[in-house]
């Protein structure tokens, strides 16, 4: 299973970006996982962001992001967005998505989830 992060850059406060998560493996389906998004900056712990439920008929949000940030799936694609607005610059950080095959609800620690993408890095200068 492999997950590819992208979509980060640079941007004022106030700005937005969407973050893309394209998911690809051999017999991989997207419907099969649970998918979440990461984030962790210089010297904090990661942290979780937002999850979305297999069909995504359920999402959770970090406090921190909730109004802001909206994330979505499209399973046809195999590919998980996370649109970032209102965009703050204590929301830079490396963003991850990641997925669960497990679980039935969307867990916030990451321990619970099986596979990781690379990283995408997002800079929100004031």
């Known amino acids: 299973v492999q997950l590819q992060a992208s979509g980060g850059g640079t941007v004022q406060a106030g700005g937005s970006l969407r973050l893309s998560c394209v998911t690809s493996?051999?017999?991989?389906?997207?419907?099969?996982?649970?998918m979440g998004w990461f984030r962790q900056a210089p010297g904090k712990e990661r942290e979780f962001v937002a999850g979305i439920t297999r069909s995504g008929g359920n999402r959770r949000w970090a406090d921190s992001v909730k109004g802001r940030f909206t994330i979505s799936r499209d399973n046809a694609k195999n590919t998980v967005y996370l649109q970032m607005n209102s965009l703050k610059p204590e929301d830079t950080a490396v963003y991850y998505c990641?997925?669960?095959?497990?679980?039935?609800?969307?867990?916030?620690?990451?321990?619970?989830?099986?596979?990781w993408g690379q990283g995408t890095l997002v800079t929100v200068s004031s």
């Open positions: 990641a997925a669960d095959a497990d679980s039935d609800y969307v867990p916030q620690t990451a321990r619970h989830y099986d596979y």
């Open positions: 493996g051999r017999s991989f389906s997207l419907s099969g996982y649970i």
